[in-house]
């Protein structure tokens, strides 16, 4: 084994259109946010400790060994079985990340992504995108139970894909074709939400009424499937009108917020071309479709109505 040092860091992420039918088997676009990220560091630790947690900006440090079911110690744990470690190492790993947590940016499967990689690093070992995706999966399912493994995927993967679940993996996992690059807005509400927390709401209402539900994910895959056409034809006009359409689905699903709809209404005021909650939420954050006219007045739009922070992506054109 080398010197117990190794780095990695993963990007955020965000959910462009299909969060929520994801998870029943409709298909969603997701793209990396490659400028905020979440690092991991893997230095030599106390001989005879074993792995020691250091999450500063989670205010938290531990032992594995005390905390063994820790939803990071066990992906640790995971991922050593993985690499073949014949032995527990004497490291510690620090944590360190830019992505806001609880806004469905992705910073749980980003951390878990930096983790992951950083200890590959230290085993001199280069796993596969597929292979980490795999291992921060099983981790993710420790936060909220059912997730559909879009977040792993895109962050593993890096790049714009365009992802369904099927009942058993392999799911179906393809590089986005995007002929001309667009601009987003990100507004924060600052009300932080668990993801698993409207998923499992959700799922009660499907339960409860499959039909309605299922006829609302079928509409949220129809406008996925239009929006992967727009963005295949570079008609990024076409796509603000779709981001509408999938944001007023999502509150038919019940997973918007006053907050959301307040950021969301301020932009399409200020002239984003569409506006939509992104991730999970009931919280978190929403994205707006900005040009160069509109990007200043949409981001103090933004500002004015409540959002705690407003981040800016450009989305580039791909393959
Ligand atoms: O992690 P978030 O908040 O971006 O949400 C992920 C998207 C959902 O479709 C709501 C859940 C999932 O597992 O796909």
């Known amino acids: 084994m080398g010197p117990m040092k190794g780095h990695a860091s993963a990007p955020g992420k965000i959910i462009l259109c299909g969060e929520h039918a994801v998870v029943y088997g409709r298909p969603a676009i997701a793209l990396p946010?490659?400028?905020?990220?979440?690092?991991?560091s893997v230095t030599a630790g106390a001989a005879g400790l074993g792995i020691r947690f250091d999450a500063p900006?989670?205010?938290?440090?531990?032992?594995?060994?005390?905390?063994?079911?820790d939803p990071l110690s066990a992906l640790a744990l995971t991922t050593l079985r993985r690499l073949e470690a014949v032995e527990m190492p004497d490291i510690q790993i620090t944590v360190?990340?830019?992505?806001?947590?609880?806004?469905?940016?992705?910073?749980?499967?980003?951390?878990?992504?930096?983790?992951?990689?950083?200890?590959?690093?230290?085993?001199?070992?280069?796993?596969?995108?597929?292979?980490?995706?795999?291992?921060?999966?099983?981790?993710?399912?420790?936060?909220h139970g059912t997730p559909s493994g879009i977040d792993n995927t895109v962050i593993a993967y890096e790049q714009a894909i365009w992802f369904q679940r099927r009942s058993e993996p392999p799911h179906l996992i393809e590089p986005l074709s995007i002929a001309a690059p667009f601009t987003l807005l990100i507004g924060d509400t600052g009300v932080r939400s668990a993801t698993r927390l409207p998923v499992g709401e959700v799922r009660r209402r499907w339960q409860n009424d499959p039909a309605r539900y299922e006829a609302l994910f079928?509409?949220?895959?129809?406008?996925?499937?239009?929006?992967?056409r727009a963005l295949a034809e570079g008609?990024?006009?076409?796509?603000?009108?779709?981001?509408?359409?999938?944001?007023?689905?999502?509150?038919?699903?019940?997973?918007?917020?006053?907050?959301?709809?307040?950021?969301?209404a301020a932009a399409r005021r200020a002239g984003a071309a569409?506006?939509?909650l992104s991730g999970g939420g009931w919280g978190g954050v929403m994205i707006a479709l900005v040009d160069p006219?509109?990007?200043?007045?949409?981001?103090?739009?933004?500002?004015?109505?409540?959002?705690?922070?407003?981040l800016e992506t450009i989305v580039s054109a791909s393959a």
């Open 218 to 228: 079928d509409q949220v895959a129809d406008v996925v499937h239009q929006a992967r």
């Open 57 to 69: 900006d989670l205010r938290r440090r531990w032992l594995l060994s005390a905390a063994p079911n």
């Open 293 to 310: 006219e509109t990007i200043t007045p949409v981001r103090t739009a933004l500002l004015e109505a409540g959002a705690t922070q407003v």
């Open 33 to 40: 946010l490659s400028g905020i990220r979440a690092h991991a």
């Open 235 to 264: 008609d990024v006009a076409a796509l603000g009108p779709l981001l509408i359409r999938n944001q007023n689905l999502l509150e038919q699903i019940g997973v918007s917020s006053p907050e959301l709809e307040r950021l969301v």
């Open 96 to 143: 360190t990340s830019d992505i806001p947590i609880a806004s469905g940016l992705g910073s749980g499967a980003a951390i878990a992504t930096a983790i992951v990689r950083a200890l590959a690093a230290v085993f001199g070992r280069d796993l596969s995108a597929a292979e980490v995706s795999a291992l921060v999966y099983e981790s993710e399912q420790r936060y």
């Open 274 to 276: 569409g506006a939509k």
